[in-house]
Nanobody, 128 residues
Framework: DVQLQASGGGLVQAGGSLRLSCAVS????????MSWIRQVPGKEREVVSC?????????YADSVKGRFTISSDSNTENEVFLQMNSLKPEDTAVYYC????????????????????WGQGTQVTVSS
């Protein structure tokens, strides 16, 4: 049974930082691409960042480049993290972690429809 459990969201002032975590079970973690995808009510989902250990690649949406960093840990716990710095009010959204088998180069990773497994989401609210 595949489970993705996202946590770490909260309320922060603009310019602040948050670190999201996603605990993953039920898949061979190193064989999957892991992504963070956010959604604002009434807007389309945006793939924010992706990483895959199998080919060592990462992706960042232009909207978060230089501010967000994705990382993963498969040595102790299968987890993927999103360090979010210099947060802006427009970063306010529900953030989901998602997974799909294969390296980033094997599928359209910037499309939210490409992902097979999703966590439950964690709310990030950035106040101005």
């Amino acid at each position: 049974d595949v489970q993705l459990q996202a946590s770490g969201g909260g309320l922060v002032q603009a310019g602040g930082s948050l670190r999201l975590s996603c605990a993953v079970s039920g898949i061979t973690f190193d064989d999957y691409a892991m992504s963070w995808i956010r959604q604002v009510p009434g807007k389309e989902r945006e793939v924010v960042s992706c990483t895959s250990k199998s080919d060592g690649s990462t992706y960042y949406a232009d909207s978060v480049k230089g501010r967000f960093t994705i990382s993963s840990d498969s040595n102790t716990e299968n987890e993927v993290f999103l360090q979010m710095n210099s947060l802006k009010p427009e970063d306010t959204a529900v953030y989901y972690c998602a997974a799909r088998g294969g390296p980033l180069g094997s599928f359209p990773y910037s499309r939210d429809s490409a992902y097979a497994y999703w966590g439950q989401g964690t709310q990030v609210t950035v106040s101005s």
